[in-house]
Nanobody, 127 residues
Framework: QVQLVESGGDSVQTGGSLRLSCAAS????????LGWFRQKPGKEREGVAI?????????YYSDSVMGRFTISQDNAKNTLFLEMNNLKPEDTAMYYC???????????????????WGQGTQVTVSS
């Protein structure tokens, strides 16, 4: 059974940076679509960034984070990262990592297709 555990969420000021981590156990990072999603209060969950574990395609980002966030992975450590720079108050949300099996990833991701989810880590950006 795949288990995902996020960490790295915190409260920061506008313009700050955070690095989220998602540690995976129960599977190696092969043939997976690896994603970060977020859910703002009162809003539906949205895709933030996705990447294929085998690097067979480019990473995809939502327009709202393009150029500020970077998704990456360390396969040796079975860990997915989300580097977040120039944070804005509108980035405030609960952030989740999620995995699904697949040879290809596509954008926008459909959260119901992702089988495994972490518990979430809170990011709060104050102005």
């Amino acid at each position: 059974q795949v288990q995902l555990v996020e960490s790295g969420g915190d409260s920061v000021q506008t313009g700050g940076s955070l690095r989220l981590s998602c540690a995976a156990s129960g599977a190696t990072l092969e043939y997976w679509c690896l994603g970060w999603f977020r859910q703002k209060p009162g809003k539906e969950r949205e895709g933030v960034a996705i990447v294929h574990s085998d690097g067979r395609d480019r990473a995809y980002y939502s327009d709202s984070v393009m150029g500020r966030f970077t998704i990456s992975q360390d396969n040796a450590k079975n860990t997915l990262f989300l580097e977040m720079n120039n944070l804005k108050p509108e980035d405030t949300a609960m952030y989740y990592c999620a995995f699904r099996r697949g040879q290809w990833c596509y954008w926008p991701p459909k959260d119901y297709e992702y089988n495994y989810w972490g518990q979430g880590t809170q990011v709060t950006v104050s102005s």
